[in-house]
C-alpha cells in the first residue's frame, strides 16, 4: 500500500497527472490537476485501488483529504469517481461542517451527488470524522519532521500542536530535536 509519492510532475491531463518518481512515471488521478505545475517537486498522499479490471492511483495534496476520501468512500454507493470530486470544490473543513450538521444542500453541490446519496453520506459519516484533523494542515515544509515523530511512536494529535513552533529553517535532525524538546514538556 503506497502512503504518499514524492516526485515532480511531469505534465497534466484533464483528469490526472504524471508523477515521476526514481525514474518511473506514475498516473495519479486528482481533483484538480491544475492545481498542480509541470515541473514543480512536489507529494502526493496517494490512494491506490487495485479492483479485478483496474488499478489506479488517487492523489490529494493533503493526508487530511485523503483521509476524508477513504471515509467517503466507506458511504454506500459512493465509489472513486464521486469521492475524488468532493475535492475539486470543496475543502476538507466544509465537508466535514456539511456532514456534522446534516447540511445535505451543501453535498448535492457536488458533481453525481443527488438527494439519496447526500441522505446517505450523512446517515453514515456524521460523528464518525473526529479522527480527521481539520485544524492544521500539514504542508510540504512539515511532512517530514511529522513522518520522523509518528515513525518514533508519538500521536497525531500531540504533534499537530507542536510543529508550527518548530523552525523549519533548520535542518531535519534540528527541526527533531527541536520537536522533542517541545514534546517532553
Known sequence: MYNYLKGTVQFIESDSI???TNGIGYKIYVANPYSFQEGEETTVFVYHQVKEDIEALFGFKTREE????????NVKGLGTKVGIGFFATGSVSGIVDAIDRENVLYLKKF????DKLAKQIVLDLKGKLGSIDITTTSNNDSFELISVLESLGY??????????NVDKSKTIEEQVKDALKLLLK
Open 155 to 164: 500521536k497525531t494529535a500531540d504533534i499537530s500542536k507542536i510543529v508550527p
Open 18 to 20: 504524471a508523477l515521476e
Open 66 to 73: 485523503r483521509d476524508l476520501f477513504l471515509k467517503l468512500l
Open 111 to 114: 458533481p453525481k451527488v443527488g
